[in-house]
């Protein structure tokens, strides 16, 4: 026994009387219809919505992730340097040559425990890992949260430039030697180098 079915079509093609059937023919038959109302729907909204969250969520995270590494290599980077210069702890003779021309009564001495001392943090800064050919040129690529002291650092050395720069000129009092060679100190004090 053969059972016809007679199931009227609309003009648009989409049975009428069995509307998930004739909603999936009408998907296959005419899909630019179904597109265009999807796309005009509330549904289509929210999904944008939804991947424009996903997106912003995923872009924080990496920029957070890319945030967090370069603070770990900087972390590294500062850690692997300490790491070095300890095992060649400079505790020097050279910090007490510093300290033996600050406490001299002559000013020439006291120039000369600045330049000595600067002499000393263009080394540390070196030993850092920091580019440039001159000791401002290496200070400028340093950030505070890598170099707690470089404000100190550059406070002492621009005493040294002007010691440099205007030679016997330049009157240096003694509270202004012994006022860089504790900044001086302060720094090196920071990464152990004293």
């Known amino acids: 026994m053969n059972v016809t079915y007679n199931v009227p079509l609309q003009d648009n093609?989409?049975?009428n009387n069995v509307p998930a059937a004739g909603q999936l023919l009408g998907m296959i038959t005419n899909p630019g219809r179904y597109a265009a109302g999807f796309y005009a729907s509330n549904a289509f909204f929210y999904f944008q919505l939804f991947l424009f969250t996903i997106s912003v969520a995923f872009f924080v995270g990496i920029a957070f992730?890319?945030?967090?590494?370069n603070e770990r290599v900087r972390k590294n980077r500062k850690d692997s340097a300490l790491r070095r210069i300890k095992l060649e702890k400079v505790k020097s003779k050279r910090w007490d040559i510093v300290e033996g021309y600050i406490a001299s009564a002559n000013p020439a001495e006291w120039k000369l425990a600045i330049m000595e001392a600067d002499s000393m943090l263009e080394e540390l800064v070196k030993k850092l890992g920091y580019p440039g050919t001159t000791l401002g040129e290496m200070m400028k690529q340093i950030k505070v949260a890598d170099f707690a002291?470089?404000?100190d650092a550059w406070e002492a050395h621009k005493v040294r430039n002007y010691i440099a720069h205007q030679g016997s000129t330049f009157l240096l009092t003694k509270h202004q030697a012994n006022r860089a060679v504790r900044l001086y100190e302060k720094v090196f004090k920071e990464f152990e180098y004293i």
């Open 13 to 15: 093609g989409i049975f």
């Open 65 to 69: 992730l890319i945030i967090r590494i």
């Open 149 to 151: 002291t470089i404000n």
